[in-house]
């Protein structure tokens, strides 16, 4: 069994896939498409993060023995989710591991560029003694809009509201506000009281282009920016005019619509040489302790799932957490969500005259899953019957 492991994952990863039995193929950098062509034929488990695309390409063509892909971040965009579900390929993702850091990063954005250090900073470097607390202002008081309020936009709330600011929320999602803050109607509605804009959306195709020219002429002036959610959901040319105009006081990046490959690639943006602008590349869940907590987290998902069948917190597959198993046989039988595909199942095992210990099923769209605990395994005439089902896409046993 192997596992390719891309793009510099932490150690912690690897450590657990080989306590399971998996050679490990670790890579430091991401790979395209043409790449992936050639490297997944004999691969059963894949870890990427964000910069490998798992194309529907990719699946049909090249990942004949492919079981899942973990995402060793949050987002999942990367990945062709339809065409992993199709092939019954479980997709993970990392969805708590590095909350605390993305938002540890924004507050220090936030103070930072409220009183404008990057300036006070590169002068510093270039020999200028610039002591003034002319534009320099303190966060207490002033008023966070956090734009997408699930895991990060919740936890930055709280940690926001400890430093004294004022917390108002857009979410199109009916979610619960934390402490003090307060839901707006509408985007327009949260642009008009916010000092401080903080988008933390996700991937959807739906979220392009969110924050525009019309959304930057209606922040408050002086307003500051933050995006450390997607690079794609901000127009970046209408964020350089209005920093340039004034209207912007500052903003933070840490996502782009195009970023580097690998390591040490030259990185290009019109925000580059803006004042107050603070640039990073795209390490907002970046520290030693989140990337060990995401490398330790999704790889016990992929063996979980390879070893066990367990799919919980897939994100395109129905979810099921079996118990464990500690004697009898395991059968785990992936199809299209049909009526009677369960009730065939279960002739198979009467007609075996096997005795079904539990049984754990769900289905999500189009798919069904169930895992079925049984004291004698089928026989491989049994099995084979089910693969050839008209409704089957796998059957895997334990």
């Not at 998996?22 to 498409?33: C, H, I, K, P, T």
């Not at 450390?228 to 970046?236: K, L, N, P, Q, W």
């Given at each position: 069994m192997k596992a390719l492991v891309l793009e510099n994952i932490h150690q912690s990863a690897v450590s657990v896939l080989e306590s399971r039995g998996?050679?490990?193929?670790?890579?430091?950098?991401?790979?395209?498409?043409s790449e992936l062509l050639h490297a997944l034929e004999d691969v059963t488990l894949l870890g990427i993060r964000?910069?490998?695309t798992v194309s529907r390409r990719v699946l049909e063509e090249a990942a004949p023995r492919l079981e899942a892909i973990g995402c060793f971040c949050i987002g999942t965009n990367q990945v062709d989710l339809a065409a992993a579900a199709e092939r019954g390929v479980?997709?993970?993702n990392a969805p708590y591991s590095n909350t605390r850091s993305v938002v540890e990063l924004v507050i220090g954005e936030i103070i930072a560029l409220a009183r404008r250090l990057p300036e006070k900073?590169?002068?510093?470097?270039?020999?200028?003694?610039?002591?003034?607390?002319?534009?320099?202002?303190?966060?207490?008081g002033r008023t966070l809009g956090i734009v997408g309020y699930g895991n990060i936009g919740t936890q930055l709330s709280n940690v926001a509201e400890a430093l004294g600011m004022r917390v108002v929320f857009y979410d199109k999602a009916d979610r619960p506000a934390h402490g003090n803050a307060r839901r707006m109607t509408?985007?327009?509605?949260?642009?008009e009281v916010a000092d401080v804009v903080s988008l933390h959306v996700d991937g959807r195709p739906g979220n392009a282009g969110l924050f525009g020219a019309e959304e930057f002429a209606a922040m408050k002036p002086r307003a500051l920016f933050i995006n450390?959610?997607?690079?794609?959901?901000?127009?970046?040319d209408s964020l350089r005019?209005?920093?340039?105009?004034?209207?912007?006081?500052?903003?933070?990046?840490?996502?782009?619509?195009?970023e580097p490959k690998v390591q040490g690639e030259e990185f290009e943006s019109v925000l580059r040489g803006l004042d107050n602008v603070i640039l990073t590349p795209h390490v907002g869940g970046s520290t030693q302790e989140a990337q060990e907590e995401i490398g330790w987290f999704v790889a016990e998902k992929l063996a979980g799932f390879a070893r066990e069948g367990s799919t919980a917190l897939s994100v395109n597959l129905p979810q099921v957490l079996p118990p464990p198993l500690p004697t009898g046989h395991r059968l785990g039988f992936l199809h299209h969500n049909?009526?009677?595909?369960?009730?065939?199942?279960?002739?198979?095992?009467?007609?075996a005259g096997d005795n079904v210990i539990g049984q754990h099923l769900s289905t999500r769209d189009h798919l069904g899953y169930v895992i079925t605990d049984a004291s004698e395994p089928l026989s491989d005439q049994a099995i084979e019957d089910l693969r050839r089902s008209e409704h089957c896409l796998w059957v895997r046993t334990w």
């Open positions: 998996y050679e490990v193929d670790l890579r430091s950098g991401a790979m395209s498409e964000s910069n490998t479980g997709v993970f900073i590169q002068r510093m470097h270039d020999g200028v003694w610039d002591k003034s607390a002319r534009g320099s202002h303190e966060v207490r509408s985007l327009a509605e949260l642009l450390a959610s997607r690079g794609m959901v901000v127009d970046y005019s209005h920093v340039l105009s004034g209207h912007i006081a500052g903003a933070a990046v840490d996502v782009f619509p195009v049909v009526p009677g595909v369960l009730a065939d199942l279960n002739a198979v095992f009467a007609s």
